[in-house]
Each structure stands twice: as C-alpha cells, then as structure tokens.
C-alpha cells in the first residue's frame, strides 16, 4: 500500500482491516485471518486539521521525571514510519491477538522494500483485496503408498488357550482325603491303634462315649462310677 498522499487515519483505518481480516467472509473476531501489510512511503503521508501541530506524541524512558513528549511535525520529519506504526496500533485490539496482528505490518520511509520474494500486490487506499478462496493443498508427487489392509475381527482374535490337564498333586490348601474317612482330613482309627498305647487310648474313649449314650447316666454319675 502506498502511503504517499494520504490521510492518515484513512490509511490506518484501512491498514487495520487487512491485518485483522475483515475484507474476507472467513473473519472471525478472535481468530487472526489477516494478510501479511507493507506500508511503503510513509514519509509522504499527511495530517489534517492543523494536527501536526497540535497533535502531541508522548513517551517515558522509565525513571521518575522521564516523559518526554513531540508534536506531530517533528516525529513525521525525523521518523514518519513510527506515525504510521502508532496510528495503526491504536485500532488493532489490545491483546496479544493484537499484538500478533502487529507483528505482519512493514512500514518504511521510501518506495523500496526487501520483501519481493513474497510477491505482494499492491492495492490503494479504500479498495478491497480480491477474495481467491482458501489455498489448494500441495500435490506431492511421490506415489502414495497402497494402503494396508487391516485383518479381519476373527483373525485377530488368538486362540483359545488349551485346558491344563488334570494333575494327581491335591489343591493347595487343602488335605488329602483319607481312606475310608468322611472328607474333614482326619485319619481313620485303625492309624492311630497301631501301638499298644494307641490302641488303649482308642478302647477308653470308645467305652466312654457308649456310656454318654446310655439314658439315665448323668456325668456326675459316671465320674463317681469311674472314680
């Protein structure tokens, strides 16, 4: 965009809508869908309303005391693309979306720019790019490779595992069951009567509990009896 001859805040105004993307039916507000801007004779623009001189530029270096201020005759004498820059920024929203947006703006003082390989167009103030549409995705000319086929649902799944055969080796846990024996893991009595001592054992408690069974015998009366 050429700057030579114009307002200034016509042109800021227009510069701000190519950054920010309005010209195009894809415009969204919070997104950036702006184009790229180069501002080229910035020294020729022009201000209206006796505001180069009553138009005041203000900055401070930091420290206490240290504003310093300009009018806009001698800021556009010394650096006209900071006039440009500034006006520009004042209409950009004030966030980093804003600040993004700033950064795709290139201002200089003479008709030369270094930005030639990027092949701009050049458009006046007031006119409206051209919408050419989204840009078509690159063809790569490498062949594509053929896509793989996916193996079926019923050969993916494995094989169901085989059962383990029935081992002799009793569960963990758990005893033998014992011959003749009613499943609670006791031995039968004939172990326990191989001795002279065990067999005596198991008579004495087998003649006690006939006599439990008895009616009519009380322990108190077969504690006498034995006694």
Do not use: C
């Not at 900071?82 to 520009?88: D, G, K, M």
């Not at 087998?206 to 069974?213: D, G, I, L, N, Y």
């Amino acid at each position: 965009m050429d700057a030579e001859g114009a307002v200034l805040g016509r042109l800021a105004s227009e510069v701000a809508k190519l950054l920010r993307g309005k010209h195009k039916p894809m415009f969204a507000p919070h997104m950036d869908t702006g184009d790229h801007v180069i501002v080229v004779n910035a020294r020729g623009v022009r201000l209206t309303g006796g505001k180069d001189v009553s138009k005041t530029y203000y900055r401070h270096s930091g420290y206490p005391g240290g504003i310093r201020e300009m009018n806009a005759a001698r800021l556009l004498s010394e650096r006209p693309a900071t006039v440009v820059e500034r006006a520009v920024r004042g209409m950009l929203p004030k966030n980093r979306l804003g600040r993004a947006m700033f950064k795709k703006l290139s201002v200089y003082e003479g008709p030369e720019h270094p930005h030639q390989a990027q092949k701009p167009t050049s458009i006046g103030v007031g006119e409206i790019p051209k919408w050419e549409g989204l840009p078509a995705p690159a063809t790569s000319l490498a062949p594509t490779p053929a896509p793989r086929s996916r193996p079926s649902r019923a050969s993916r799944r494995s094989p169901a595992p085989a059962k383990p055969e029935a081992s002799t080796k009793p569960a963990r846990g758990r005893r033998p069951k014992a011959e003749g024996g009613d499943g609670s893991g006791a031995a039968p009595a004939a172990a326990a009567t191989k001795t002279p001592r065990g067999r005596a054992r198991a008579s004495a408690s087998k003649e006690k509990s006939v006599e439990a069974r008895k009616p009519g015998t009380s322990r108190r009366s077969r504690t006498s009896k034995e006694s």
